[in-house]
């Protein structure tokens, strides 16, 4: 291996755990958001446990590392280079940053995959992508799992509430309060087991294709801890803003309903993790949340957030895959040109997080309100 291609190596491995770090926080509110908006956990209590939970996850599966790092990309039929998995995680992390900035719970998956394959086509043409396992491991996931996890949850609401009629609304909600501090840590561990592997994959995928692994193989152990670590360090981290969105402004919940959506998330990630089903967790978070707040008579969704969410549903695999593609041409250049990508990378991410601190979200005001807008007047030195 020469020195330039050793080089892209280091920098798709560190740009693939600062993605990890990006999907951490990000989906922090995946797992947390119903149990702070019902004040089940305190704010800074539930990110904490959020991103132990999500190191211990990592290391219980690697199937969905294995779908990524084996089957997304055809990387035994045409020549892979790092450059090219660099430009689909810089495709990624703006992405991630961008939706972040407004509060949007789209997926940090698709937009990875979204991407990769971008740049793939690009770099090597659209024989270097398996349609195939993009549309069963992907795609469909994505479309089954939130109507799924909604059904669950909704089934779930009506059982509870008749089941607990004859109770005292205060014992209600304690007793589900409790219950809600369990359900919660499930989702977060189950978000370990299917997001930190899509980094694992992509690290494989790299070593696969400057062939320090032979094509196939999984994540070996030290990629299994880096990127369990990344994940948690970005989880701790917050994700304040759309942990907003999620908790306060898809619908009012009560204790129950959190309890109700985080059990049929969790239950639902899990299974899709043994299958090795690359899914989004956001995509089934929200609509367990959507589940559950129409599950309770009277409950009302704010289907302006919800059709919000679902364009940056929609259009985060293509939008990510245009950055990659577009990094890609200027990457495959040569060794400068990967540089020029990471510095043009950097530069986004810098102007993203000055604009966040125009409208900072945090613990403190987390659950104040459910819309969050980049406000262009205001300026605050607290990160978001």
Do not use: Y
């Not at 908006?37 to 599966?61: E, H, I, M, Q, Y």
């Not at 609401?157 to 007793?175: C, K, N, P, S, Y």
């Not at 679902?310 to 200027?330: E, I, K, S």
């Amino acid at each position: 291996m020469d020195i330039a291609t050793l080089i892209v190596v280091g920098m798709v491995i560190a740009t693939a755990l600062v993605f990890d770090f990006t999907n951490g926080f990000h989906d922090t509110a995946n797992a947390m958001a119903t149990s702070i908006a019902t004040g089940a956990l305190k704010p800074k209590t539930a990110v904490l446990a959020a991103g132990a939970l999500n190191l211990v996850g990592a290391f219980l599966s690697t199937e969905v590392a294995k779908t990524i790092s084996g089957g997304i990309i055809n990387e035994a039929q045409v020549s892979i280079g790092p450059e090219f998995i660099f430009a689909g995680l810089v495709g990624a992390i703006v992405w991630n940053l961008l939706t972040w900035l407004v509060g949007l719970p789209s997926s940090s998956s698709h937009a990875l995959f979204g991407g990769l394959v971008g740049a793939v086509i690009v770099g090597a043409g659209v024989e270097g992508v398996n349609f195939a396992a993009v549309l069963t491991k992907v795609l469909i996931p994505a479309l089954v799992s939130p109507v799924v996890a909604g059904l669950a949850a909704f089934c779930a609401v009506r059982l509870i509430f008749r089941i607990v009629r004859a109770m005292g609304e205060g014992r209600v909600e304690t007793d589900f309060r409790h219950g809600q501090t369990v359900t919660a840590c499930l989702v977060a561990l189950s978000h370990g087991t299917n997001d930190a592997q899509k980094t694992m994959g992509i690290i494989t995928l790299t070593l696969i294709a400057v062939g320090l692994q032979p094509s196939g193989s999984g994540p070996e152990l030290w990629v299994v801890a880096v990127c369990g670590f990344a994940i948690a360090l970005g989880t701790c981290m917050g994700g304040w803003r759309v942990i907003r969105t999620l908790g306060k402004g898809l619908t009012e919940i009560s204790t129950p309903q959190g309890f109700a959506a985080e059990a049929s998330s969790a239950a639902t990630i899990l299974v899709s993790s043994h299958l090795g089903f690359a899914l989004s967790t956001t995509q089934v978070c929200s609509g367990s949340i959507i589940g559950s707040g129409l599950g309770k008579k009277g409950g009302q969704v704010s289907w302006n957030v919800a059709g919000r969410m679902l364009v940056a549903w929609l259009v985060t695999f293509p939008a990510a895959g245009v950055v990659g593609a577009l990094a890609c041409a200027l990457a495959k250049t040569g060794l400068w040109g990967t540089i020029a990508v990471g510095v043009l990378a950097v530069l986004a991410a810098f102007i993203i997080v000055r604009l966040s601190h125009r409208n900072p979200v945090n613990s403190a005001n987390v659950n104040e309100s459910g819309e969050v807008k980049v406000n262009a007047s205001s300026v605050a030195p607290q990160a978001a």
